[in-house]
């Protein structure tokens, strides 16, 4: 059973440019969850997608959007990047079972460097 | 959403039970705690949650104090591999974000 899985590993971009990074779900997991970790820091929530809709926000800036696919995958995409972008990238899924505990789980992450 | 408040060190021998404490003191009735590690550059790992009971699975211990204003995760026989930065997470039933502190950077020594 494939756990979360994030592509690419590594990316390196310079500033203005823009950026996609995607996430593939865990086997039966409909609910993806998008988080920034800075260096040093704990993981920032960024969004969550469910049902190709975002459906919760944390305090990034437009910059920041997404989509997910019909096939519960999703992708990233940040626009005009910033040197403070550099981070890494972190993808969750989950199954939305209608309880308050629908864990979620972390996929390896994608290391983003902005020159 | 409750604040946590954790050690940001610890140390513990190998074989030895590494007991992770948590603060969560202003924790309301429909919060649950929630346990991840990170291994260094790694996605964090979901380790255990709970809402007033304690919990065991094959990974660790969930200890919730009886008014619920602390935890401790414990690992019953550490390993060089559990060293990790270990997050206690304070998660209201109603919301979809983990509200991630600075953890507790567990270190086993041989």
């Known amino acids: 059973d494939a756990g979360v899985t994030q592509s690419p590993t590594h990316l390196i971009k310079t500033r203005g440019q823009q950026v996609t990074l995607r996430c593939s779900p865990k086997?039966?997991?409909?609910?993806v969850s998008w988080y920034q970790q800075a260096l040093g820091q704990g993981p920032q929530f960024i969004f969550q997608?469910?049902?190709?809709?975002?459906?919760q926000r944390g305090n990034f800036p437009d910059r920041f959007s997404g989509h997910q696919f019909p096939n519960y995958s999703s992708e990233l995409n940040v626009n005009a990047l910033l040197l403070g972008d550099s981070a890494l990238y972190l993808c969750?899924?989950?199954?939305?079972?209608?309880?308050?505990?629908?864990?979620?789980?972390f996929g390896p992450g994608t290391r983003l460097t902005v020159l | 959403d409750a604040k946590t408040t954790q050690p940001p060190s610890m140390d513990c021998a190998e074989g030895r039970a590494a007991n992770l404490p948590c603060n969560h003191s202003t924790i309301s009735g429909n919060e649950y705690v929630y346990w991840y590690r990170q291994i260094h550059s790694q996605g964090p790992q979901y380790i255990i949650h709970g809402l007033k009971n304690n919990e065991t699975n094959e990974m660790a211990s969930l200890i919730i104090t009886e008014d619920r204003k602390s935890s401790t995760l414990i690992l019953p026989h550490a390993t060089l591999r559990d060293t990790a930065v270990y997050y206690c997470?304070?998660?209201?039933?109603?919301?979809?974000?983990?509200?991630f502190g600075t953890g507790t950077r567990l270190q086993v020594f041989p």
């Open positions: 969750a899924s989950s199954f939305r079972e209608g309880t308050p505990t629908d864990t979620q789980y």
């Open positions: 997470i304070v998660r209201s039933y109603n919301t979809d974000k983990l509200i």
């Open positions: 997608y469910y049902e190709e809709e975002e459906r």
């Open positions: 086997s039966g997991h409909d609910t």
